[in-house]
T-cell receptor, first 113, second 113 residues
Framework: NAGVTQTPKFQVLKTGQSMTLQCAQD?????MYWYRQDPGMGLRLIYY???????DKGEVPNGYNVSRLNKREFSLRLESAAPSQTSVYFC????????????FGQGTRLTVV | QQQVKQSPQSLIVQKGGISIINCAYE??????FPWYQQFPGKGPALLIA?????SEKKEGRFTISFNKSAKQFSLHIMDSQPGDSATYFC????????????FGTGTRLQVTL
């Protein structure tokens, strides 16, 4: 079972460069999420998609854009990377409804220099 | 504004001891309280979760205690083992919001021999 797959696993960007983080899930989940994890700050929600065709801002959306390409795929784009975006990024998915477990990918470690 | 306050930041427990991690939340609209476990280099994974209609939930060595009036919940790990060494995150969520979660800042647990 693949679950939630993120690519790439590691990336180094120069300030001002752009890139897209890819995420795909094979559990037929409706909802998908992008979080960033920084030391001492836990996981903070960047964007989420409740269902195919919809996206909404989370707690820290500035500097990011997302695309829910289809039910399986949810990508995160950094248009002009900044050092403050150095972080570990996690994609997650879940079904709607009560007691819904969120399943996380392995993460993408991004460094912006 | 921090919606979930988690303590302690780090914890060292001897093998066989009890590990206790606490979380406090502000918004009474939250009705889903999971704990996630994360090993280095991996994504978080659901450990145990509770709804506010019960005061305690036990799964093996892991127990959540929930105090609705105090807006607090805690994770107890009985007979702690070295394999429990990980970072633990509490989270809060509410039904009808696409299951998106707000996480605490995390507790790094080390279980020594």
């Amino acid at each position: 079972n693949a679950g939630v797959t993120q690519t790439p696993k590691f990336q180094v960007l120069k300030t001002g460069q752009s890139m897209t983080l890819q995420c795909a899930q094979d559990m037929n989940h409706n909802s998908m999420y992008w979080y960033r994890q920084d030391p001492g700050m836990g996981l903070r929600l960047i964007y989420y998609s409740a269902s195919e065709g919809t996206t909404d801002k989370g707690e820290v959306p500035n500097g990011y854009n997302v695309s829910r390409l289809n039910k399986r795929e949810f990508s995160l784009r950094l248009e002009s990377a900044a050092p403050s975006q150095t972080s570990v990024y996690f994609c997650a998915s879940s079904n709607r409804g009560r007691d819904t477990e969120a399943f996380f990918g392995q993460g993408t470690r991004l460094t912006v220099v | 504004q921090q919606q979930v306050k988690q303590s302690p930041q780090s914890l060292i427990v001897q093998k066989g001891g009890i590990s206790i991690i606490n979380c406090a939340y502000e918004n009474t609209a939250f009705d889903y309280f999971p704990w996630y476990q994360q090993f280095p280099g991996k994504g978080p994974a659901l450990l145990i979760a509770i709804r506010p209609d019960v005061s305690e939930k036990k799964e093996g060595r892991f127990t959540i205690s929930f105090n609705k009036s105090a807006k607090q919940f805690s994770l107890h790990i009985m007979d702690s083992q070295p394999g429990d060494s990980a970072t633990y995150f509490c989270a809060v969520g509410s039904a009808g919001t696409a299951s998106k979660l707000t996480f605490g800042t995390g507790t790094r647990l080390q279980v020594t021999l």
